[in-house]
């Protein structure tokens, strides 16, 4: 079974600074998927970005980009200049890499505040 | 774009009741989850299917059934709710190519 690990609870920054948010997961497989997920006090889950675990480069979504380290089994989220809008939980999570039937399981999420 | 809709935003039931949550997506996507989000636990998957008819167990099932009769359309049923089922449910789709879209959200209340 996979599992998904955030270890820290919360996390503040200012705003304009950079932030990089840990996630290490723990799987037999060598296909998957990795994403970030953010969820606003709207509540609404959004995709913020992914990574094939086939893909060497690193994935980037404006100022999202993560680091992948696929032997570590280490996902991080890096957030350059950090915006107000960027306050929300995040989550880490994990599909592997099958099609149909595929289980997306989730981190227990990180609260990011930001400062102005 | 992806539109996964929820029926309610908020619902308030009482003990004993049999509890329908229901999902529709637009995109065709085959894979459909439920999952409840409690704070400090995180999203833990309840049920997912990945097919019309076909449901696979998740990490918490105890309590919930679910139904899939057409592609598009995933219901999360409460047989007889119970106050530790107070919480916030989550469905999502995704298609086989990964990444999950997620409705609004369903703040269930037991009373």
């Known amino acids: 079974a996979q599992t998904v690990t955030q270890s820290q609870p919360e996390m503040s920054v200012q705003e304009a600074e950079t932030v990089t948010l840990s996630c290490t997961y723990d799987?037999?497989?060598?296909?998957?998927?990795l994403f970030w997920y953010k969820q606003p006090p709207s509540r609404q889950m959004i995709l913020v970005i992914r990574?094939?675990?086939?893909?060497?480069q690193n994935a980037t979504e404006n100022r999202f980009s993560v680091n992948f380290q696929k032997a570590a089994k280490s996902f991080s989220l890096k957030i350059s200049d950090s915006q107000l809008g960027d306050t929300a939980m995040y989550f880490c999570?994990?599909?592997?890499?099958?099609?149909?039937?595929?289980?997306?399981?989730f981190g227990k999420g990180i609260t990011l505040s930001v400062r102005p | 774009d992806v539109k996964v809709t929820q029926s309610s935003r908020y619902l308030v039931k009482r003990t004993g009741e049999k509890v329908f949550l229901e999902c529709v997506q637009d995109?065709?996507?085959?894979?459909m989850f439920w999952y409840r989000q409690d704070p400090g636990l995180g999203l833990r998957l309840i049920y997912f299917?990945?097919?019309?008819?076909?449901?696979e167990k998740g990490d918490i099932p105890e309590g919930y059934s679910v139904s899939r009769e057409k592609k598009e359309r995933f219901s999360l049923i409460l047989e007889s709710a119970s106050t530790n089922q107070t919480s916030m449910y989550l469905c999502?789709?995704?298609?086989?190519?990964?990444?999950?879209?997620f409705g609004q959200g369903t703040r269930l209340t037991v009373v």
């Open positions: 999502a789709s995704s298609s086989v190519l990964g990444g999950a879209f």
């Open positions: 799987t037999s497989e060598n296909n998957y998927y």
């Open positions: 990574q094939e675990a086939y893909k060497q």
């Open positions: 999570a994990f599909m592997k890499y099958s099609g149909a039937n595929s289980k997306l399981t």
């Open positions: 995109m065709d996507h085959e894979n």
């Open positions: 299917s990945y097919d019309v008819k076909m449901k």
